[in-house]
């Protein structure tokens, strides 16, 4: 008997690979006229009134105590306010593809971190992941090391380590202090709500120009993107995806990711693609999937 297809499980992993891998392209084009960190809290400002009005017409919005609040409080200032928001500041300078290559190595630091702290077992698969994936590395500066010269782009790359740092203790912080959540909708609307105000005091501190005016519609149009489709609804496919398949099965997506966004920012920015960011891509692909992968026994 053959095993009916779940048209919703398809749509919503193929929401989850198409969205996240085209959200880089969607800073980089926010970015061009609109302050990085006005973008990131334009962005998840939408993203907060979107989930407020879902909570509340579901009667779902609820105030779960300071404990419960703080801890949202931390991941968003780790995982939002610095990962994402560092990021969005660092594509100012950084091509998207390129962002989006170096954001994959974050697996790999969590694995790295998690060996160091205890929550994970050494292995040798894992290490030789590592090895093949910083390999990959390696391949992106080869012959471009001579560009770190440039202040901006050296900013750039500084700011996309801190993005990753954030992302990489987040995630550890995620798997130290686990604790499932009955409503993850509203978790996500504190953590939204909390990076929105925090960005938009980082906006006001460190915009220098703030020219309306001089605001695209395109890039106008990419935060609104970036709000509905990169924040609420992508995180919307991924949780659903993580009821129906394991999260090492939806963490393949993140492969994908990459590629989408290399390809779009060569199609639409014009970015170069060498040689060696194809080997790069490659190396950093197999190196965090041998990291990350687990057989069905290791799984049991």
């Known amino acids: 008997m053959t095993k009916k297809i779940d048209l919703k499980l398809i749509l919503a992993l193929t929401g989850v690979a198409l969205i996240w891998g085209t959200t880089y392209l969607g800073i980089r084009v926010a970015v061009q006229t609109i302050p990085p960190w006005f973008v990131a809290a334009f962005r998840q400002s939408i993203?907060?009134?979107?989930?407020?009005?879902?909570l509340l017409r579901k009667n779902e919005l609820t105030w779960k105590g300071w404990p419960h609040v703080r801890r949202q409080m931390i991941l968003s200032s780790l995982m939002i306010v610095g990962a994402n928001g560092?990021?969005?500041?660092?594509?100012?300078?950084?091509?998207?593809g390129l962002t989006s290559l170096l954001t994959s190595l974050s697996p790999l630091f969590v694995f790295i971190s998690s060996v160091i702290l205890g929550l994970q077992k050494p292995s040798l698969k894992g290490f030789a992941g590592v090895l093949i994936g910083f390999l990959g590395v390696v391949f992106i500066f080869r012959e471009g090391i001579s560009e770190l010269l440039d202040p901006n782009y050296k900013t750039g790359i500084m700011f996309l380590g801190f993005a990753i740092s954030g992302w990489t203790i987040g995630t550890i912080y995620i798997k130290k202090y686990n604790q499932k959540t009955d409503n993850?909708?509203?978790d996500l609307f504190y953590q939204f709500a909390f990076s929105a105000v925090v960005q938009f005091i980082l906006a006001l501190i460190f915009s220098k120009d703030i020219s309306i005016s001089?605001?695209?519609?395109?890039s106008m149009l990419a935060v609104a993107y970036l709000a509905i489709f990169g924040s609420v609804i992508a995180f919307f496919c991924y949780h659903y995806a993580?009821?129906?398949?394991?999260?090492?099965?939806?963490?393949?997506l993140n492969y994908f990711n990459t590629v989408i966004?290399?390809?779009?920012?060569?199609l639409i920015l014009n970015e170069v693609i060498t040689v060696d960011i194809l080997i790069a891509t490659v190396l950093i692909i197999i190196g965090v999937f041998i990291t990350n992968y687990k057989s069905k026994k290791e799984q049991l």
């Not at 560092?86 to 998207?96: G, I, K, N, R, Y």
């Not at 966004?261 to 060569?266: E, K, P, Q, S, V």
Request: proline letters at 2%.
């Open 47 to 54: 993203a907060t009134v979107i989930l407020f009005i879902i």
């Open 86 to 96: 560092l990021t969005t500041v660092a594509e100012q300078t950084v091509p998207s």
């Open 184 to 186: 993850i909708f509203l």
């Open 214 to 218: 001089d605001w695209s519609m395109n």
């Open 242 to 252: 993580l009821k129906k398949v394991s999260a090492t099965e939806v963490s393949i």
């Open 261 to 266: 966004a290399l390809f779009l920012g060569w």
